[in-house]
């Protein structure tokens, strides 16, 4: 079956433009998970979506960052005025739910987000 | 949220058995230990999940001492395309939800 997808691939942007990017989980699964990847470095949480809502936002690492979730499934990562730091890989990841025993995440291919 | 603590990096050879210890010394009660394997340019795959003693899947085993405060997680066998990171993490399932949090991994190195 279709696993997470995630558009775009790569992404070059210049500094101070605004990206979205766009996660398209497996269907059916409730929970959706953003991360950032740096070069060589572990993943950094940005924000989880239980639906449509976000009970943690605690991740984003400024004003600048927002995502959204629409229809409990299709979810939109927004990085406003990008600076060069933002350059990353973002990962998408969903899981069946976030209760006991169903929280497996899967993961997407990542968008490469650079900012020149 | 537990924090954890694993060896930057290990190196290993083909056919052996690899342990890979992760600590967790302030892991609460509704936590669980997971562990996922990120090969370059891929998202991270989950490898294996667990509570408390031991649990096995196809891949690999999970160890869990009776304190919780550690785990283990044993790869049997390694072959060369077990290259990779491997993460380990604790999550709250409680009713807000589960949040990841990935610290900077273990990097395997299995050798010919």
């Known amino acids: 079956g279709a696993g997470v997808s995630q558009s775009p691939s790569n992404k070059v942007t210049e500094k101070g433009k605004d990206v979205e990017l766009r996660c398209d989980p497996i269907?059916?699964?409730?929970?959706l998970y953003w991360y950032r990847q740096s070069l060589g470095q572990g993943l950094e949480f940005l924000i989880y979506f239980q639906g449509n809502s976000a009970p943690d936002k605690s991740g984003l690492p400024s004003d600048r960052f927002s995502a959204e979730r629409t229809g409990g499934s299709v979810s939109t990562l927004t990085i406003q005025r990008t600076q060069q730091e933002d350059s990353a890989v973002y990962l998408c990841?969903?899981?069946?739910?976030?209760?006991?025993?169903?929280?497996?995440?899967?993961f997407g291919p990542g968008t490469r987000l650079t900012v020149t | 949220l537990a924090k954890t603590t694993q060896p930057i990096s290990m190196d290993s050879y083909e056919g052996q058995e690899v342990n890979i210890t992760c600590s967790h010394n302030?892991?609460?009660?509704?936590?669980?230990i997971t562990w996922y394997q990120q090969f370059p340019s891929q998202g991270p795959r989950f490898i294996i999940q667990g509570y408390k003693t031991k649990v096995t899947n196809e891949v690999a085993s999970l160890f869990i001492p009776a304190d919780r405060k550690s785990s283990t997680l044993s790869l049997p066998r390694v072959s060369l395309s077990d290259t990779a990171v491997y993460y380990c993490l604790v999550g709250d399932i409680g009713t807000g939800g589960f949040k990841t949090i990935f610290g900077a991994g273990t990097r395997l190195f299995v050798k010919a």
């Open positions: 990841a969903s899981s069946l739910g976030s209760g006991r025993g169903d929280y497996e995440q899967y």
């Open positions: 269907s059916g699964h409730t929970a």
């Open positions: 302030n892991i609460a009660t509704n936590d669980y």
